[in-house]
């Protein structure tokens, strides 16, 4: 479904199997020379999600540098978010209004987990300058994705279920739109994929 201009949503996207593939990779990745960390803001506030960036490296707010890549972004991460987009917008890889974008080519990934209680605070991801699209893949506990305007962090907004092997690609006139995440649903996951608690693999453009 397309819940905003240039916002796909593709429920069940992912296979079990790949899903479980998906949530023992990101098992791996937090085993190498980085963990999953609670982001500090600016502000001093902290963040109850815990996050990991493969690639280019990243925190929530704030690209690190060039030069910096602890963990690499695996080829086969590229090509599953080469492959969601060809999904989403079709194989031209048209998206939003009249925007065309000739090979999505992400440079980073963040993983992001969700603990019982975490949640993600309404905001706008500006940090990338490149007008490619963010896929986000889901695995896990199901959660309340709340889609907002591109004006202010406030209404109006579109809540949506994201559910375990969703994809939603974001791009075109939503690139910029407010979104979060206010809720998961503790013990949702099915028993099967060896995961407690939620996990989202968002892959990008820096255009850095
Ligand atoms: C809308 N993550 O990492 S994924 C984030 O589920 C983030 O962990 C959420 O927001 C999560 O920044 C939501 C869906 C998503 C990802 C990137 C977007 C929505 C987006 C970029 C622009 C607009
Ligand atoms: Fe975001």
Same mark, same amino acid.
Request: with cysteine; hydrophobic share 35%; net charge negative.
């Given at each position: ?86 999904? %989403?917008? +079709? /194989? ?5 209004? =009249? ?5 999505? @080519? $992400?440079?980073?990934? *963040?993983?992001?987990?969700? %603990?019982? +209680? /975490? ?5 706008? =991801? ?5 007008? @490619? $699209?963010?896929?986000? *893949? ?71």
């Amino acid at each position: 479904s397309e819940p905003a201009p240039g916002v796909v949503h593709v429920p069940g996207w992912l296979s079990f199997a790949r899903q479980r593939e998906l949530v023992a990779a990101c098992r791996e990745f937090g085993r190498g020379p980085v963990s999953y960390e609670h982001t500090v803001l600016p502000g001093g506030g902290v963040m109850s999600v815990r996050s990991l960036c493969l690639g280019r490296r990243w925190v929530p707010y704030r690209y690190l540098g060039p030069e910096e890549n602890l963990l690499e972004l695996p080829e086969w991460l590229v090509g599953l978010g080469r492959a969601a987009v060809a999904e %989403a917008y +079709g /194989a031209d890889e048209t998206y939003g209004a =009249d925007e065309t974008y000739g090979g999505f @080519a $992400p440079d980073t990934a *963040l993983v992001n987990f969700y %603990a019982d +209680g /975490a949640k993600m605070g309404m905001h706008q =991801d500006k940090e990338e300058r490149s007008p @490619a $699209p963010v896929v986000s *893949l889901s695995m896990g506990d199901t959660c309340v994705f709340r889609l907002g305007n591109t004006e202010s962090r406030g209404r109006p907004w579109t809540d949506v279920e994201l559910v375990s092997g969703d994809l939603l690609v974001f791009g075109g006139p939503s690139r910029l739109a407010y979104h979060g995440v206010p809720k998961v649903y503790a013990g949702s996951a099915e028993p099967g994929l060896g995961l407690a608690g939620r996990l989202n693999i968002t892959l990008r453009e820096t255009g850095l």
